[in-house]
C-alpha cells in the first residue's frame, strides 16, 4: 500500500510569509524524505472548500521546487474549464520543474459556481472529461492539435516546452459512480476516489469493474492498473488525545462541505431540499455523520486502530490511500502527527 498526502484546507488565508500554505511546503518536504508517494493538490474556485488551491499547476510547481522524490499530482483538474492545450503546457512545465514526476487527475466538477469560469461547458461536463484527457495526452507524447488562430484559419500547433515524462501518468476522479470506474479502465486510467457515499464493499465492487475494463482493452499491456483513495488522517499515540483534536475541526469542515452540497445539489438526500434546514439539524446531521466517519471511513487514531483501515483498503482493491491532513487541525499539530503517519506507512 503507498501512501501520499492530499490537500483539500477549508481556510481562505492565515497569517504568516506563506499564508496558509507553511502546511503544503512543509508536509510537501516531510513525505519527500520519508518516502511517501505523491502530494496531491485540487482545483478549486469560489468556496473556502478548496480556497487555497485554484489551481493545482501552480501548487504543483511549488511542491516541485522544494522536493526532490515525490510524485507531484492534481487532484484534480477540471479539463471543462482550460483548454487542453493549457492543461498540458502548464503540467508540461511542472514536469520539468520536478524533472519527470507529474501527474494528473481529470474531474468532470460538479458545481455550478466553479464553471463562472466557463459557463457554456456546464451542461456537458461529463461527456468531456474524457475527450480532453485523451487530447491532453496526445499532446504529451508531442501530437499536435487543430485549431483556429485570432485570423480565423487553422493552424496546427503543439505544447512547449517538451515534458519529461514521455507518458503523462493520468487518473479519473470519481464520486462513485460504477461507470466512472469502468471508464477509467476503458482509458487505461487510474481511479481516484474516496468514501463520502459509498463503503468499503461498494468501493470494493466498483474496483472490481475497473480491474476488468482494464483487463479487456484492445492495447492492455499488463498493467493492473492504480486506484487512489483519499481519506482523512490523522493519527497519534492517544487514540483519546486524537479524537478531541479532530472533532471540532472535522465536525466545522463537513459543515462547510454540507453547505456547499446544498448550494450545488438541493436534492441530493432523496428529495429533501437541504437548504430547508435549520443550523440545529444541520448540526445534529454533521455530528452524526462524524461519529460514522471517524469509526469507519477514515485514518484516525493509533497506528494500530488506523491499520485496521488500511487493511480493509488492501482489501478493496486500493492501492494508495492520499491522506487528506488539512481539514482544520493546527498547522503544527498537523506536521507533527507526520511522524505517525509514517510509521503507519512503514508498518505496512
Known amino acids: 500500500m503507498e501512501f501520499s498526502l492530499f490537500y483539500f484546507a ?47 499547476s ?68 461529463r461527456n468531456a472529461v474524457l475527450e480532453a484527457m485523451r487530447q491532453v495526452r496526445g499532446l504529451w507524447r508531442g501530437d499536435r492539435m487543430q485549431a483556429l488562430d485570432g485570423n480565423g484559419d487553422q493552424v496546427d500547433v503543439r505544447v512547449y516546452p517538451g515534458p519529461v515524462q514521455p507518458e503523462l501518468p493520468v487518473w479519473l476522479t470519481s464520486a462513485g459512480s460504477p461507470d466512472t470506474f469502468r471508464a477509467a479502465g476503458e482509458a487505461g486510467a487510474g481511479v481516484l476516489t474516496h468514501l463520502l457515499g459509498q463503503s468499503m464493499d461498494e468501493l470494493a465492487e466498483k474496483t472490481a469493474v475497473y480491474r476488468k475494463a482494464l483487463a479487456e482493452r484492445p492495447d492492455h499491456d499488463g498493467w493492473p492498473g492504480h486506484v ?23 465536525i466545522a469542515y463537513l459543515k462547510s462541505s454540507f453547505n456547499l452540497i446544498t448550494r450545488s445539489a438541493p436534492d441530493t438526500l432523496k428529495g429533501l431540499d437541504l437548504g430547508k434546514l435549520s443550523d440545529a439539524h444541520v448540526d445534529f446531521l454533521v455530528r452524526r455523520s462524524f461519529d460514522r466517519y471517524y469509526r469507519t471511513s477514515g ?29 482544520g487541525v493546527p498547522t503544527d499539530k498537523v506536521l507533527a502527527g507526520l511522524e505517525h503517519l509514517d510509521r503507519l506507512k512503514e508498518s505496512q
Open 10 to 56: 477549508d481556510n481562505e488565508f492565515e497569517t504568516g510569509a506563506r499564508g496558509g500554505y507553511e502546511l503544503l511546503l512543509e508536509g510537501a518536504k516531510y513525505a519527500d524524505r520519508h518516502g511517501f508517494a505523491a502530494v496531491w493538490t485540487p482545483e478549486r474556485h469560489f468556496h473556502r472548500i478548496g480556497a487555497l488551491y485554484p489551481n493545482p
Open 299 to 327: 485514518l484516525f487514531g493509533t497506528v494500530e486502530q488506523a491499520g485496521a483501515i488500511v487493511e480493509q483498503a488492501r482489501t478493496a482493491g486500493v492501492d494508495e490511500l492520499a491522506c487528506f491532513i488539512d481539514f
Open 228 to 250: 487512489a483513495l483519499m481519506l482523512h488522517a490523522f493519527v497519534g499515540e492517544d487514540p483519546d488525545v486524537v479524537l478531541e483534536t479532530v472533532r471540532e475541526p472535522f
Open 58 to 125: 501552480v501548487t504543483g510547481a511549488a511542491v516541485a521546487a522544494v522536493t526532490e522524490r515525490i510524485a507531484i499530482r492534481a487532484g484534480s483538474v477540471v479539463p471543462a474549464l482550460h483548454h487542453p492545450l493549457r492543461i498540458a503546457e502548464e503540467w508540461s512545465v511542472v514536469d520539468n520543474l520536478s524533472n519527470g514526476r507529474a501527474g494528473i487527475s481529470f474531474a468532470s466538477g460538479w458545481d455550478p459556481v466553479d464553471f463562472v469560469l466557463s459557463p457554456e461547458a456546464y451542461a456537458d461536463r
